[in-house]
């Protein structure tokens, strides 16, 4: 006998909703950091599990499906390096620096693809620690101005990973 479970209609729908849409953009984020064999792996996977929440429409599936990914790839590794073996394909330190890594490779990205208006303000005030006061001093600006480019930056990273 086996524990498989057949998909109800909506669920499987809303799967393949998911895997139509989103499993070249998924493979292809994979595929940077892990490799092309792992990464349709990685992705297949991910896909099982996210059926589950596939039937209810999932409001940010990106960030679902990414953070599925990146803990089946820290999950690899944590069991690779139990039995005294290297990560496959990972070139991790320790159990969560390769996803961590992934993680940090996507942010480079949505942040380079960003326009420059909104960048300065969001890389000050994320990676400078700066306040927007700080920001507007600093740029001759007035603080709604930074406010208004904080939010479209904000706007622009929920869009990248979120939709």
Same mark, same amino acid.
Request: net charge positive; aromatic share 6%.
């Given at each position: 006998?086996t524990?498989a479970?057949?998909m109800?209609a909506?669920?499987?729908?809303?799967?393949?909703?998911?895997?139509?849409?989103?499993?070249?953009?998924?493979?292809?984020?994979?595929r940077?950091?892990?490799?092309?064999?792992?990464?349709?792996?990685?992705a297949?996977?991910?896909?099982?599990?996210?059926?589950?929440?596939?039937?209810?429409g999932?409001?940010?599936?990106k960030?679902? /499906?990414?953070?599925?990914?990146l803990?089946?790839?820290?999950?690899?590794?944590?069991r690779?390096?139990?039995?005294?073996?290297?990560?496959?394909?990972?070139?991790?330190?320790?159990?969560?620096?390769?996803?961590s890594q992934?993680?940090?490779?996507?942010?480079?990205?949505?942040i380079?693809?960003?326009?420059?208006?909104?960048?300065?303000?969001?890389?000050?005030?994320?990676?400078?620690?700066?306040?927007?006061a700080e920001?507007?001093?600093?740029?001759? /600006?007035?603080?709604?101005?930074?406010?208004?480019?904080?939010?479209?930056a904000?706007?622009?990273?929920?869009?990248?990973?979120g939709?």
């Amino acid at each position: 006998m086996t524990d498989a479970k057949e998909m109800d209609a909506e669920t499987a729908e809303g799967l393949e909703r998911l895997y139509r849409r989103y499993n070249s953009w998924l493979t292809g984020r994979l595929r940077v950091f892990v490799g092309a064999d792992q990464a349709a792996d990685v992705a297949q996977e991910t896909y099982i599990r996210a059926a589950p929440y596939s039937a209810g429409g999932v409001r940010r599936p990106k960030a679902l /499906l990414l953070r599925i990914a990146l803990n089946l790839v820290r999950d690899d590794s944590r069991r690779s390096r139990r039995r005294g073996g290297e990560p496959a394909d990972v070139d991790a330190v320790d159990p969560g620096e390769g996803a961590s890594q992934l993680e940090d490779l996507l942010l480079k990205q949505v942040i380079l693809t960003m326009p420059a208006l909104y960048r300065d303000v969001f890389v000050m005030s994320r990676f400078g620690g700066m306040t927007y006061a700080e920001i507007a001093a600093a740029r001759g /600006l007035n603080l709604k101005t930074v406010e208004w480019r904080m939010s479209k930056a904000l706007d622009h990273c929920s869009k990248q990973m979120g939709a």
